[in-house]
């Protein structure tokens, strides 16, 4: 298969040094979770961050940040709602609640393009896109035509995650988006009381995958109950103290610094 042409020039975000997208070959990976942290890790070492929720179906974004309120325009410009240093842009601020989210696909292209270009974002050196998981229409229309620095993949350790994971490092570089890394979410579990590590979905498998694919591995995280209950309560974990959501912040950054493309790009043969 040839990959897509993506010779046309894409207009940049004013105002935004760099664009990354999180993705994920699968849902139920903690792609939001990691989102989530990492823009409030880069917000608390000093960078300008806003976080645009694109999974326009399932939106956690809010509830995670423990927002409800519906963003505010000033003449066409959208204004992004902003929590612990982050500014924020989510379907879920416009169709709250339980209610189903019942569009197809013109549609859906049609808010998300609002949400990236008809948001006032101000100035910023990070905007992260939470991308829908999988490799479907609208992640794959958003990232054809956003003049993305790059693009992380979150996956745990199991088999069927890390299948889908390749799926996604495949669909970026078919799209020629430069791959920072892979992050192995819930890589593991720290026993109550013993401290023993328990590899519940499996061991290695993400760097294993990483050095395969020829992409940067950029750690594990555990699987941890304060993770969990800080996306349920509105009080993410990385808001009360350092861990390993702030080492993925350094290391995104090192990754971002080191070449003027962010990395090298993955070639597929035809």
Partial sequence: MHPPQQDQPKPP??????????????????KTTVSVNLAISLARIGRRVGLLDADVYGPNVPLMFGVSQAPNAIGERIQPIEKYGVRLMS????????????????????????????????ELDYLLIDLPPGT????????QTAPL?????????????LEDARKAI?????????????????SYLIAPGSGERIDVFG????????????????????????????????????????????????????????????????TIED
């Fill in 13 to 30: 975000i004013p105002g935004v040094k760099r664009l990354i997208a999180i993705g994920s070959g699968k849902g139920g990976v903690g």
């Fill in 91 to 122: 379907m879920g601020f416009l169709n709250p609640g339980d209610k189903p989210l019942v569009w197809r696909g013109p549609m859906l292209h049609s808010v998300i393009q609002q949400f990236l270009r008809g948001v006032d974002w101000g």
């Fill in 136 to 143: 479907g229409d609208v992640a794959l229309s958003l990232i």
């Fill in 149 to 161: 620095s790059g693009a992380v993949v979150v996956t745990t350790p199991s088999d069927v995650s």
């Fill in 170 to 186: 495949n669909m970026f570089a078919q799209v020629r988006v430069p791959v920072l890394g892979l992050v192995e979410n819930m």
């Fill in 203 to 266: 061991e290695g498998g993400g760097k294993r995958t990483a050095d395969q694919m020829k992409v940067p591995f950029l750690g594990e995280i555990a699987l941890d109950p304060q993770v969990r209950i800080g996306g349920d309560t509105g009080a993410p974990v990385s808001t009360k103290t350092d861990g390993p959501f702030f080492t993925l912040a350094k290391l995104l950054e090192e990754r971002c610094n080191e070449s003027p493309s962010a990395g090298p790009t993955i």
